[in-house]
């Protein structure tokens, strides 16, 4: 019975000096871990906000592409309405210089 109360006392005292301390600085080690990641969590937070903040913007760009092409398909047929207005009034000029 003497031994079995030396090897529970060995073992407790093992315990209280070695496992509990050792316990003790794993779980500081995980709980500044999870802080870092905690912090790093919310640095990625807002640069996704930023980030969709800045391409909110490319919606209205798509329209505006749509936009510039029918004002480009306009402008060149009033280019070639010009076109032939300029040859017109071009001919008549030169008829009218005949006569």
């Known amino acids: 019975m003497g031994a079995v109360l030396v090897i529970w006392w060995i073992t407790l005292v093992v315990a209280a000096v070695v496992v509990l301390p050792t ?7 995980v709980l500044r871990a999870a802080r870092a990641i905690e912090r790093y969590a919310a640095d990625t937070l807002a640069a996704g906000a930023g980030i969709a903040r800045n391409t ?3 919606s209205a760009l798509q329209t505006t592409i749509a936009v510039a092409t029918q004002m480009l398909a ?15 009034l ?3 000029r ?3 210089g005949r006569r």
């Open 23 to 29: 316990v003790w600085y794993l779980l500081h080690r």
């Open 56 to 58: 909110a913007a490319v």
């Open 74 to 88: 306009g402008a060149d047929a009033i280019a070639r309405s010009a076109g032939a207005i300029e040859q017109a």
């Open 90 to 92: 071009g001919r008549q």
């Open 94 to 96: 030169l008829e009218g």
